[in-house]
């Protein structure tokens, strides 16, 4: 666990980029300065691991439109955004962008820790959902024609006989193929089998990219 709790912080101030940092480093946190938005940017390729503490208002990029443009450039890091100005209108903004949370500066060190804490959590349950997803999208790959056919009608509903109709084949070899599906996606019934094939398609209902 040790290799996710790091921090990327983002501050011009220097004297606050250095006080988060030691405080963050204190606390065992493995720790990256960063003097502006684009130097994180430029980067952040390298360093995709952990969350992101960022001030909100700095010369070239502000937090909010930092953590734009990482959502554009899919960099999924966990954003915590410190601010000696905050407001309702602003805290929404970064709220509807993703921001984990807003803290106004000056904040109590349990504060920042409690933020940077639920940051890395969030990322750890993200981490997880995306392997569990993508081992049932290998599954899913694992099916064969047929087998997909009878998991459409599974997904909308549809019993084995109907499905059986609808295909020209027997109810008994609709029931195969289902004991197959159901062996193969590794569901113990077909609750389980529809709430894993969602979880595994894209917020649209459809396979990711």
């Known amino acids: 666990m040790m290799d996710r709790r790091v921090v990327h912080v983002i501050d011009d101030d220097a004297a606050v980029r250095d006080a988060v940092g030691l405080l963050l480093s204190t606390e065992g946190f493995k720790v990256h ?5 684009l130097a994180f940017l430029k980067t952040s390729a390298a360093h995709r691991e952990g969350c992101v503490v960022t001030d909100m208002r700095m010369p070239e990029m502000s937090g909010i439109e930092l953590i ?21 209108p602003l805290a929404v903004e970064a ?14 060190d349990a504060a920042l820790l409690a933020a940077v804490d639920a940051a890395l959590e969030r990322r750890s349950a993200e981490e997880t959902r995306s392997r569990e997803a993508a081992a049932v999208r290998r599954r899913l790959a694992s099916l064969t024609r047929r087998e997909n056919e009878i998991l ?16 020209g084949i027997s109810t008994r070899t609709a029931e195969v193929h289902r004991a197959n599906i159901m062996a193969k996606m590794r569901a113990g019934n077909l609750a389980e089998l529809v709430k894993m094939t969602l979880a595994a398609s894209g917020p649209d209902g459809a396979e990711p990219d």
């Open 33 to 37: 300065t960063y003097p502006s938005a």
């Open 68 to 88: 734009a443009k990482m959502k554009e450039a899919r960099i999924t890091n966990p954003v915590v955004v410190l601010t000696a100005h905050a407001d309702v």
């Open 95 to 108: 709220m509807k962008l993703g921001a984990v949370d807003l803290l106004e500066k000056p904040f109590e």
């Open 152 to 167: 459409a009608g599974l997904l909308k509903g549809l019993s084995n006989k109907v499905i059986a109709h609808d295909l």
